[in-house]
């Protein structure tokens, strides 16, 4: 379920003046922390941090002989994590911040292909003309990097010449420790014209 790696990406204030850029045109994070238990943690023995119980109260020795070292995931609350981020994509759809037709990539970070199911059957029960060959994942080659799968995912399709200049792309991002929501989309934009160079 868990893979190792890093990955970053350049943010600048202009396209790249010799090569193809991707534009940032919005990023959207939501927390529904408050709407659900803990389905993530670490450092403590219960579900819930209580005064008291947690690593940083007892001697190293004693915290780590209690198992709060490990990390512990409830995999029963996934299935909610994942109803809960197709209703965050829906809402992105019906507030008119992703219009279906006209993306052309989506990049979505899963743990496991079991997730991927799960949102293809939700999504084409929503919007039955979406295509999921657009779907783009590096799951069973690259495993799940974490954080770092989205930018990982991103320049493997960058490098593999995936995207071509006015092409969109839909980065999808849901973390399960406190039932976290990132998207963001982008646009292939080609590089400026040189001086001289008619547009």
């Not at 919005?26 to 529904?32: A, D, E, F, I």
């Not at 965050?88 to 990539?105: A, K, N, P, S, Y």
Request: aromatic share 8%; hydrophobic share 45%.
């Amino acid at each position: 379920m868990l893979s190792d790696g890093a990955g970053a990406v350049v943010v600048e204030f202009q396209p790249h003046p010799s090569r193809p850029s991707l534009r940032v045109d919005w990023v959207r994070h939501v927390s529904l922390a408050h709407e659900h238990d803990v389905c993530m943690r670490a450092g403590m023995t219960g579900a819930e941090p209580v005064v008291g119980g947690t690593w940083q109260d007892l001697p190293v020795a004693d915290a780590r002989e209690a198992g709060m070292f490990l990390l512990r995931q409830d995999v029963g609350m996934l299935d909610d994590l994942a109803h809960a981020g197709i209703a965050q994509f829906e809402e992105l759809v019906d507030i008119g911040l992703v219009e279906v037709r006209h993306v052309d990539h989506v990049l979505c970070h899963y743990s496991t292909h079991a997730f991927r199911d799960v949102a293809f059957d939700a999504l084409k029960r929503r919007i039955p003309t979406l295509d999921t060959d657009r779907w783009y994942s590096n799951l069973e080659t690259r495993g799940n990097t974490g954080s770092a799968s989205i930018f990982i995912a991103l320049e493997e399709a960058w490098r593999t010449g995936r995207f071509a200049p006015g092409e969109t792309i839909l980065l999808a991002v849901p973390e399960s420790g406190r039932f976290s929501f990132a998207f963001a989309h982008l646009t292939v934009v080609a590089p400026p014209p040189s001086r001289g160079e008619l547009p």
